[in-house]
């Protein structure tokens, strides 16, 4: 059984500093992986994408693959407020992809 | 259209009562999925379809619950008989696998079964 493991928190961070959320899967065949942040009574919005080892950056946040290990991260930096949400944790599985039950956030004003 | 567009945005039906949700995708997406989550919980994947195939059922709790998609674009997803354990929202998602394996998730069907 594919898994996506992610530790379901809450993480709670100052605002400011640097937010680390880390996701675990099974597959060692993945080849797409995908973060994506759901607000409270929103849908989940895809926020990273990472396909290759190593480090992928867009604004304040980094995505960080290592295929060996079989972990993918998440780095927010100078968290802010608005950040605290549910980040949840994708990874392709065959035809779907398998998703992780989610980090709960907070940031601390 | 533009995104993924879920209708009705919430429903409150009686016990025992039938419903259906719709789902319209992203023009061109030819797979859809429709998502189940509770109250502080994660998704739960329910139905996939791409294109002509047959479509994987193997996340439907029961067989009260049923989906449809017609013409390769718009889905309906109809629960039978309505039990309170149904309340939850609805997450209906799409995307082209061959171009891009993540998906666009629609605003979600809030159902309230009283």
């Known amino acids: 059984q594919k898994e996506v493991e992610q530790n379901s928190g809450p993480l709670s961070v100052p605002e400011g500093a640097i937010a680390s959320l880390n996701c675990t899967y099974s597959?060692?065949?993945?080849?797409?992986f995908f973060w994506y942040r759901q607000y409270s009574g929103k849908s989940p919005e895809l926020i990273m994408s990472i396909y290759s080892n190593g480090d992928k950056e867009d604004g304040r946040f980094t995505a960080q693959l290592n295929k060996a290990s079989q972990y993918v991260s998440l780095l927010i930096r100078d968290s802010q407020p608005s950040d605290s949400a549910t980040y949840l944790c994708?990874?392709?599985?065959?035809?779907?992809?398998?998703w992780g039950a989610g980090t709960k956030l907070i940031i601390k004003p | 259209g533009a995104g993924v567009s879920q209708s009705p945005s919430n429903k409150v039906t009686e016990k025992g009562k039938d419903v259906e949700l719709r789902c319209d995708p992203i023009s061109g997406h030819t797979a859809l999925y429709w998502y189940r989550q509770s109250l502080g919980q994660g998704l739960e994947f329910l139905i996939y379809?791409?294109?002509?195939?047959?479509?994987?059922k193997s996340g439907l709790p029961s067989d009260r619950f049923s989906a449809e998609r017609t013409g390769g674009s718009v889905s309906t997803l109809t629960i039978q008989r309505t039990q309170q354990e149904d309340s939850a929202v609805y997450l209906c998602?799409?995307?082209?696998?061959?171009?891009?394996?993540?998906?666009?998730f629609g605003s979600g069907t809030r159902l309230t079964v009283v």
């Open positions: 998602a799409s995307n082209q696998p061959g171009l891009d394996p993540s998906y666009t």
């Open positions: 597959d060692r065949g993945s080849q797409s």
């Open positions: 994708a990874v392709n599985g065959g035809y779907q992809l398998i």
């Open positions: 379809f791409q294109g002509n195939s047959a479509p994987d």
